[in-house]
């Protein structure tokens, strides 16, 4: 799309899942000139993705993998500015990175657990949008960007063995919907997009490695792929300047809440 021409866009969690088909799906609608800084812990993963998407659009497209944990808020203050100059002025923050531990249920929730969701999840995405934001507010009379939040069906309705999960996503939709409106006033777009289910390593990381229970998440159903989230961020950011997706729940087919789904015996 020419309305993405010529911009710079931030992904977290880019090694993986959704976060990396946005990367890919930016790339693609836009080869001509788009700087992409891809971001995660994975770095060398991160430069694999860097390398297949070179390859696949050629050089219109700079892309900038750089490793960040968005949990550590040293890293994410640090984050602009140790980006390259050309890199500094961000268009497009989408936050993605996040993470669901466990599926124990209240008086057996791991600690360890809760801590990683909740500083992934809540205070990485909103260290994030601070971070980016100081860059976004330079543009413009009163500062111009698409802050572009993944939440979740989770953030909107809670389901046994996922209350902390849940509990994080809910707070990105409260803190979304906040900050929309703290910055009414700038050409800054605050935008929400909550999947349902989506096949990825979220499973995988749930289960904490154990494919087998992975797998047994998705049997019988035909859930979303990364890729079907990747088009409604893409689509969210090119919409013209005064056009806001504000908010947008996708589930696959067979999925119509949390936990109601159509299972083939
Ligand atoms: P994946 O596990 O496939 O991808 C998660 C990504 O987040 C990875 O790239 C991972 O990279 C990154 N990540 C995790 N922790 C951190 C961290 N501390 N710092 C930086 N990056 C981190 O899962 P999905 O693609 O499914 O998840 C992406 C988002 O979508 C999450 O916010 C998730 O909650 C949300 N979501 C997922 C749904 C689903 O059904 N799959 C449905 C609704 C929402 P690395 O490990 O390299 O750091
Ligand atoms: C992921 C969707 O409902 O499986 O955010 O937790 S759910």
Redesign the pocket.
């Given at each position: 799309s020419r309305r993405l021409e010529g911009k710079t866009i931030v992904v977290?969690?880019?090694?993986?899942?959704?976060?990396?088909?946005t990367a890919i799906e930016f790339a693609r609608t836009s080869p001509k000139s788009l700087k992409l800084i891809i971001?995660?812990?994975?770095?060398d993963?991160?430069k694999e993705i860097a390398a297949e998407i070179t390859k696949e659009v050629g050089e219109g497209v700079k892309v900038l993998p750089v490793q960040?944990?968005?949990?550590?808020a040293d890293q994410v203050r640090n984050f602009v500015g140790n980006l390259p100059e050309e890199f500094r002025e961000i268009d497009v923050l989408v936050?993605?990175?996040?993470?669901?531990k466990g599926v124990d249920k209240i008086g057996d929730i791991k600690e360890d657990d809760i801590q990683?969701m909740m500083?992934?999840?809540v205070h990485?995405l909103i260290n994030m949008t601070q971070a980016v934001l100081q860059s976004m507010r330079k543009r413009g009379e009163s500062g111009a960007g698409d802050i572009i939040n993944?939440?979740?069906?989770?953030g909107r309705e809670g389901y046994p063995g996922g209350a902390i999960?849940c509990a994080?996503?809910a707070a990105?939709r409260t803190f979304t919907d906040a900050i929309r409106k703290e910055l009414i006033a700038t050409r800054i777009r605050v935008m929400e997009i909550?999947?349902?289910?989506?096949?990825?390593?979220?499973?995988?990381?749930r289960f904490y490695g154990d494919k087998s229970k992975a797998d047994a998440v998705y049997k019988g159903v035909d859930?979303?792929t990364?890729s079907d989230?990747a088009e409604t961020v893409v689509f969210a950011a090119a919409r013209p300047e005064n056009v806001v997706i504000a908010d947008m729940l996708i589930f696959p087919n067979h999925q119509a809440a949390a936990t109601v789904m159509y299972r083939k015996p």
């Open positions: 977290t969690g880019a090694s993986s899942g959704i976060g990396k088909a971001t995660a812990r994975r770095i993963t991160l960040l944990d968005v949990s550590k936050n993605n990175a996040g993470l669901v990683v500083d992934t999840n990485g993944i939440g979740s069906i989770a999960y994080t996503k990105v909550d999947p349902g289910q989506v096949e990825t390593e979220f499973s995988v990381v859930p979303l990364p989230i």
